[in-house]
């Protein structure tokens, strides 16, 4: 297989970095210090920030409560990541601050079809134990 095809795991330096986003972020939105027009960011939740190796580029996963208009939040949050990255400036101390890009958090609606899957399959399994 191809090297540059391979995905390299974070280094503790990149986990701990995006810990600290995630983190500084979650408190952002809950106090609202982005003020951000258009929505209300206590009712977003960050649930994964992943750093690039360089530190400078941070992909923040968020969904908003209930995971209602995932995408209108992740299109609004885009647009106005500029007043959340100011607003992150006044609490993080770090060399560069990262660059943000947010994504919208499939991973709960993953999980459901694989749950819903499972028990699908847990059920065929009992009719065909019932029958024979």
Do not use: C, W
Not at 13 to 40: D, H, T, Y
Not at 92 to 102: G, M
């Amino acid at each position: 297989m191809n090297s540059q095809f391979r995905q390299r795991p974070f280094s503790q330096r990149q986990l701990r970095v995006g810990e600290l986003v995630k983190q500084n972020l979650g408190e952002l939105f809950i106090r609202n210090e982005a003020k951000i027009p258009s929505i209300n960011t206590k009712l977003i939740t960050v649930t994964e920030v992943r750093m690039t190796p360089d530190l400078k580029t941070a992909r923040v996963y968020v969904i908003p409560l209930g995971g209602v208009d995932t995408k209108e939040t992740v299109r609004i949050l885009t647009e106005f990541s500029h007043l959340v990255r100011r607003a992150l400036s006044k609490r993080l101390d770090i060399k560069f601050l990262p660059k943000l890009i947010f994504v919208e958090d499939n991973s709960f609606e993953y999980a459901e079809k694989i749950e819903k899957i499972i028990k699908e399959n847990n059920k065929n399994d009992k009719e065909k134990k019932r029958y024979n």
